[in-house]
T-cell receptor
């Protein structure tokens, strides 16, 4: 089973911020939080990752709670091209299996 | 920007036939992954290579699936014989090192078994 839980679907108005939550209550100290997204019929695309500090790049921001049991991916100004399935996974070094859950299907609405 | 290449993009075959998929990872990436993705689900890891060695194939149905990465560069995933339940997207990904590294995915091969 996946180590994360995400809502199955969300809607967001175009131009508004999309906030995608992820629970990872059993995360261990050496596990990173990764976010990927998959646009229909394409391979998943890396978005961002973090360990315990908040992270920002040109695509998104990642907010990780202080206890690291949950995180939020923020797309600051959602566009129609952000419509995709977003996956939150936790991964550590070594050979723990990387497990993708069903993700959150984000629909950006005009 | 370097990309993971996969071929073919689409494959239609009849059950009991053999199929093969090819993946060329990003140059310099030591780790290569094969995933299977059933419609509506997240990708499921089938096999992971570190250079030419298999480090995880616990979810690979070894009675019909095989994977190789002979020179530690490109890789082939084979199914023989194909079954109806094998219809899925087969994704290849690569990363510079181990699982903490970002994985870069190819476009996938869509397999339909009739």
């Amino acid at each position: 089973d996946a180590k994360t839980t995400q809502p199955p679907s969300m809607d967001c108005a175009e131009g508004r911020a999309a906030n995608l939550p992820c629970n990872h209550s059993t995360i261990s100290g050496n596990e990173y939080v990764y976010w990927y997204r998959q646009i229909h019929s394409q391979g998943p695309q890396y978005i961002i990752h973090g360990l315990k500090n908040n992270e920002t790049n040109e695509m998104a921001s990642l907010i990780i709670t202080e206890d690291r049991k949950s995180s939020t991916l923020i797309l600051p100004h959602a566009t129609l091209r952000d419509t995709a399935v977003y996956y939150c996974i936790v991964s550590s070094s070594g050979y723990d299996k990387v497990i993708f859950g069903p993700g959150t299907s984000l629909s950006v609405i005009p | 920007e370097a990309e993971v290449a996969q071929s073919p993009r689409y494959k239609i075959t009849e059950k009991s036939q053999a199929v093969a998929f090819w993946c060329d990872p990003i140059s310099g990436h030591a780790t290569l992954y094969w995933y299977r993705q059933i419609l509506g689900q997240g990708p499921e890891l089938l096999v992971q290579f570190q250079d030419e060695s298999v480090v995880d194939d616990s979810q690979l149905p070894k009675d019909r699936f095989s994977a190789e990465r002979l020179k530690g560069v490109d890789s082939t995933l084979k199914i023989q014989p194909a079954e109806l339940g094998d219809s899925a997207m087969y994704l290849c990904a690569s990363s510079f090192a181990a699982r903490t590294d970002t994985q870069y995915f190819g476009p996938g091969t869509r397999l339909t078994v009739l």
